[in-house]
């Protein structure tokens, strides 16, 4: 299957670097109209079996999904929008973020490459109340799960430890802080809840059930449209501010 990221310039090469380890992938930069009053908008893209959006003008996005393939849109601006690309191609999907991305649409190309990247998936050993082990089973298509992952293992599992996992998720995110349908904080929780399921049920203790219980709270006011501020912030004495 051939994947083309066709970003504002955003996306940036790690996606690039991230997916051609899968599939051959091309990477299209698309500069931004001079003219924002253009009434006929057209864009020159590769031919591709799936195309991943990053970019974050709607004309410029409508465009794309005109093109009649398969797409996963980055940045969807809304429902309004979402519902019109799929007007006019049904083989569009919008998730939440994209690495909440998972392979149960009705589109096999893009459940083939959800199979690959999106939702993340772990596999964890803990041993005397640390993480020894943190292993990537499919993360998000920028590279943020694999990079943050790595500076888990051999630090104590604690609130305060998956609390700087989902800063350094933010950090390495690449969708915008607080963005209307995609933001960085919602990929923060994201990780931090499957990170959380994949612990061995032995390593759970109640401080770190009642985390979760804080986690789920938070990401479910999110996704109701409650407004969501920072959850994780920089632990005190932590190098990494």
Not at 147 to 153: C, D, F, G, K, N
Request: charged residues 25%; negative net charge.
């Amino acid at each position: 299957m051939n994947v083309c990221i066709v970003s504002a310039g955003r996306l940036g090469e790690r996606a690039f670097d991230e997916c051609r380890g899968r599939f051959p992938t091309e990477y299209v930069v698309i500069e931004p109209p001079e003219d924002t009053f253009i009434d006929d908008i057209s864009i020159e893209v590769p031919a591709a079996d799936l195309y991943l959006s990053d970019l974050r003008s709607p004309d410029r996005a409508l465009a794309l999904v005109q093109r009649g393939r398969p797409v996963v849109l980055g940045v969807s601006f809304g429902p309004g929008f979402v519902r019109q690309a799929k007007s006019l191609n049904p083989d569009v999907v919008a998730p939440e973020t994209v690495c909440s991305l998972e392979p149960t649409t009705w589109c096999e190309p893009i459940n083939t490459f959800a199979r690959a990247f999106g939702r993340p998936l772990f596999s964890v050993e803990v041993r005397d109340g640390r993480l020894t082990c943190v292993e990537v089973l499919r993360g998000a298509p920028c590279g943020s799960t694999s990079s943050a992952a790595a500076e888990l293992v051999g630090q104590p599992l604690t609130p305060a430890t998956l609390r700087r996992f989902g800063l350094r998720i933010e950090h390495h995110c690449s969708a915008p802080r607080l963005g209307r349908t995609c933001d960085t904080e919602t990929a923060g929780l994201v990780h931090v809840r499957e990170l959380l399921s994949a612990l061995p049920i032995h390593a759970v203790e109640n401080e770190l059930r009642a985390f979760r219980t804080e986690i789920d709270r938070t990401y479910y006011e999110s996704a109701d449209g409650s407004a969501l501020g920072p959850m994780f912030h920089p632990v005190s004495g932590d190098a990494s501010r």
